[in-house]
């Protein structure tokens, strides 16, 4: 493609208000072809027409002006690999489903002792991902590129575990409302095994406390960040400020969860410091996890 083609038929999916000056088209040109670059480096043998691919790119851009700095640090090959996905290509879900192994493994960990069986899971996500519900489209199509790809997915994919198996209890055992909440085993290290067998229950109420005493507006920041994958930058656009702004509100409202939490767990627990900071180091590995089962609708309580 040249590179009029090149730039048209990224300017056709952009926003007119987003459109960059005339004087900016050699910068934009230079953008897009070293785009296209990092993208067929990160996936040499995975095919994709270069002018579907900056199309796609141009109708995920964030709603602000600094349009190159965007294209700059854009997650390319990610884009590339969700654009081919999009596309229902067999050969780009396979490497999809390949690449991501760990993160759908470790939503599927969620899905123990529950009804739904592994194959029934990744029907439901791959449906979810690749087809969608005929309204709202393939869930990978809401990718927009600004951060990680394996974050998205690992976000998506337990969440889809969440609603795949809420309210579906196995036979003679009631549905474990703090399943999120358990820690893996630590066979090597006694003493930190301890602390998760002993204090777990104590932490889940304490953190469930301190979520419920967040504000209104931390916590649907924190839902939007954490279970439904939003960026900053998509946050940004959504609330109409910096994308920077956004940052340290959730950056903020997530140290309010782990000084309040500590907070209860000091005077509730008869410890010492050093046994706290070690809950509290198990606590921010899991902060993410523990989040999206707090936050996911119908978790609150």
């Given at each position: 493609?040249?590179?009029?083609?090149?730039?048209?038929?990224?300017?056709?999916g952009?926003?007119?208000?987003?459109?960059?000056?005339?004087?900016?088209?050699?910068?934009?040109?230079?953008?897009?072809?070293?785009?296209?670059?990092?993208?067929?480096?990160?996936?040499?043998?995975?095919?994709?027409?270069?002018?579907?691919?900056?199309?796609?790119?141009?109708?995920?851009?964030?709603?602000?002006?600094a349009?190159?700095?965007?294209?700059?640090?854009?997650?390319?090959?990610?884009?590339?690999?969700?654009?081919?996905?999009?596309?229902?290509?067999?050969?780009?879900?396979?490497?999809?489903e390949?690449?991501?192994?760990?993160?759908?493994?470790?939503?599927?960990?969620?899905?123990?002792?529950?009804?739904?069986g592994?194959?029934?899971?990744?029907?439901?996500?791959?449906?979810?991902?690749?087809?969608?519900?005929?309204?709202?489209?393939?869930?990978?199509?809401?990718?927009?590129?600004?951060?990680?790809?394996?974050?998205?997915?690992?976000?998506?994919?337990?969440?889809?575990?969440?609603?795949?198996?809420?309210?579906?209890?196995?036979?003679?055992?009631?549905?474990?409302?703090?399943?999120?909440f358990?820690?893996?085993?630590?066979?090597?290290?006694?003493?930190?095994?301890?602390?998760?067998?002993?204090?777990r229950?104590?932490?889940?109420?304490?953190?469930?406390?301190?979520?419920?005493?967040?504000p209104?507006?931390?916590?649907?920041?924190?839902?939007?960040?954490?279970?439904?994958?939003?960026?900053?930058?998509?946050?940004?656009?959504?609330q109409?400020?910096?994308?920077?702004?956004?940052?340290?509100?959730?950056?903020?409202?997530?140290?309010?969860?782990?000084?309040?939490?500590?907070?209860?767990?000091?005077?509730?627990?008869?410890?010492g410091?050093?046994?706290?900071?070690s809950?509290m180091?198990?606590?921010?590995?899991?902060?993410?996890?523990?989040?999206?089962?707090?936050?996911?609708?119908?978790?609150?309580?």
């Open positions: 493609m040249n590179d009029d083609g090149l730039v048209a038929a990224f300017l056709a952009l926003p007119p208000h987003l459109h960059p000056d005339p004087a900016e088209q050699t910068s934009l040109r230079q953008a897009l072809h070293q785009l296209v670059a990092r993208a067929r480096t990160a996936w040499p043998n995975l095919e994709l027409a270069t002018a579907v691919f900056v199309t796609h790119v141009a109708a995920r851009v964030a709603d602000e002006p349009l190159m700095d965007q294209l700059a640090r854009a997650a390319a090959g990610d884009l590339w690999l969700a654009c081919a996905c999009c596309r229902g290509d067999s050969r780009a879900i396979a490497a999809f390949q690449a991501y192994a760990p993160e759908i493994r470790g939503a599927l960990r969620r899905l123990r002792d529950q009804p739904m592994t194959d029934d899971f990744l029907q439901v996500l791959r449906h979810r991902l690749f087809v969608g519900d005929g309204t709202t489209g393939p869930a990978i199509a809401r990718y927009s590129g600004h951060g990680n790809l394996g974050a998205w997915v690992r976000v998506t994919a337990l969440r889809t575990a969440l609603n795949a198996t809420r309210n579906k209890p196995p036979p003679d055992q009631p549905a474990a409302d703090d399943d999120i358990e820690f893996e085993p630590s066979p090597d290290d006694p003493e930190l095994d301890h602390l998760k067998r002993t204090y229950d104590a932490f889940r109420q304490a953190f469930l406390e301190t979520v419920a005493a967040l209104a507006s931390d916590r649907t920041l924190l839902r939007q960040s954490v279970v439904h994958g939003l960026t900053v930058r998509e946050l940004a656009r959504i109409g400020v910096h994308h920077a702004t956004v940052a340290r509100r959730v950056a903020a409202a997530r140290e309010l969860l782990v000084v309040g939490t500590r907070a209860i767990l000091a005077q509730r627990l008869a410890i410091p050093r046994e706290l900071d809950i180091m198990l606590i921010r590995s899991r902060l993410d996890v523990s989040l999206v089962r707090a936050l996911t609708p119908d978790a609150e309580s």
